[in-house]
């Protein structure tokens, strides 16, 4: 089946513009994650989505960083005023059974941000 | 919080020989354990998973990795190395008890290169 999907691939924009990143899940999924990749870094959380709902923003560096995900699939992740620092890798997963021991964590693979 | 090291940045190994990249975890509850592999512009790939059980957890592709909690480590091995086992590696972990959530925790990843 269709794994988890985003675009787009690459994107470039100029420092304080507005950018969305878009991610489509694998289907029935109720879990959405979002990651950021710098370089030469590990992935590092952003926030995570149960249905609709954002049950956990604590990644979030700052109030330019916004996502949502309104009918519990698809999600978009809004960055307003962009800055040089917020060039990286942006990663979503999706996960069948949050909470529980079996939630493996499916990624896609990743919209690639620069911001000149 | 949970963290994880993985205190090699890379690991060079002829094919046919075994190899280890090396990952510690810190967290306060116990832990999920996690190893995803990245190829060149591609999403992470799951490869295995620690939950309970047996310490020793086979994955994809041959590899494999032993839970040492005294050690606090969960090292990834393969008994004979292929070249195209050359990616980047990365060790995740999931603080079951704690309110870490869902959210994985990843090291900074080790560059894998197997030669001929």
């Known amino acids: 089946g269709a794994g988890v999907s985003q675009t787009p691939s690459n994107k470039v924009t100029e420092k304080g513009k507005y950018v969305e990143l878009r991610c489509d899940p694998i289907s029935g999924h109720t879990a959405l994650y979002w990651y950021r990749q710098s370089l030469g870094q590990g992935p590092e959380f952003l926030i995570y989505f149960q249905g609709t709902g954002a049950a956990d923003d604590s990644g979030l560096p700052n109030d330019r960083f916004f996502a949502v995900r309104p009918e519990g699939s698809v999600s978009t992740l809004k960055i307003q005023r962009t800055e040089r620092g917020d060039s990286a890798v942006y990663l979503c997963?999706?996960?069948?059974?949050?909470?529980?021991?079996?939630?493996?964590?499916?990624f896609g693979p990743g919209t690639r941000l620069t911001v000149l | 919080a949970q963290s994880v090291a993985q205190p090699e940045d890379q690991v060079n190994v002829a094919e046919g020989n075994p190899l280890t990249v090396k990952c510690t975890y810190s967290?306060?509850?116990?832990?999920?354990l996690f190893w995803y592999v990245q190829y060149p512009n591609r999403g992470l790939q799951f490869l295995l998973k620690y939950i309970t059980g047996d310490n020793l957890v086979k994955g994809s592709y041959g590899f494999e990795a032993e839970f040492n909690k005294s050690q606090t480590s969960f090292h990834l091995k393969k008994p004979s190395a292929l070249v195209s086992d050359s990616a980047l590696y990365f060790c995740a972990v999931r603080d079951i008890l704690t309110g870490g959530g869902n959210k994985l925790t990843f090291g900074t990843g080790t560059q894998l290169k197997v030669e001929l």
């Open positions: 967290v306060s509850g116990n832990p999920y």
């Open positions: 997963a999706s996960s069948l059974k949050p909470g529980t021991v079996d939630n493996e964590q499916f």
